[in-house]
């Protein structure tokens, strides 16, 4: 990211070529649609490059920066969308997948992706059940913490609290595992 913040543009292809597999997976399990989601990608490679500069390695690594901003403006995109319409929802995740999408074109991208989906399914599986439903439902559902708070029918603070332990765990448990 450092390179990137000086304008290295030569970094900026490798970051994209490292990260777009995953996050497009991600950002196609909130939206849906392949369509919007490219162009989701898109804002958010073109957001990494010009926010740069709000990186801080202090924070957390550059995974972490970048999934945090895909989620965000799949959230956005679904609020754009009026996703709202959906209505309240079981939201038991038993049946919980995540496969990060890849071009198939290189086969040590594909194992590399399906380690990393592997190695994050499990220490969501490692999770409380409270908190694996209110970090799934929030990633890969695009709910906000109200939206999630109306919908699962618990209280916000409850709803807030929750993720913030789910992800600090999370953080715990892939710190170790380099994903």
């Known amino acids: 990211m450092y390179r990137i913040q000086k304008g290295d543009v030569e970094a900026m292809r490798k ?3 490292k990260y777009k597999n995953l996050l497009f997976g991600m950002i196609l399990s909130v939206l849906k649609n392949r369509e919007e989601a490219e162009d989701c990608l898109q804002e958010v490679f073109t957001q990494a490059w010009e926010k740069a500069d709000k990186f801080d390695a202090g924070r957390g690594n550059v995974y972490s920066f970048l999934v945090t901003m895909t989620r965000n403006k799949a959230i956005d995109r679904t609020r754009s969308r009026a996703f709202k319409d959906a209505g309240k929802e079981d939201h038991i995740i038993n049946d919980f997948t995540l496969t990060p999408v890849s071009d198939g074109n290189n086969p040590h991208e594909n194992l590399e992706l399906s380690e990393r989906a592997s190695i994050l399914r499990d220490a969501l599986q490692r999770l409380d059940k409270k908190e694996r439903e209110v970090l799934y439902v929030s990633y890969f ?8 708070s109306d919908t699962m029918d618990i209280p916000l603070g409850t709803v807030k609290y929750r993720m913030r332990q789910g992800m600090i765990k999370l953080k715990e448990m892939l710190v170790t595992e380099e994903l």
């Open 15 to 17: 970051l994209y070529a």
């Open 141 to 148: 559902k695009g709910l906000s913490q109200s939206e999630i």
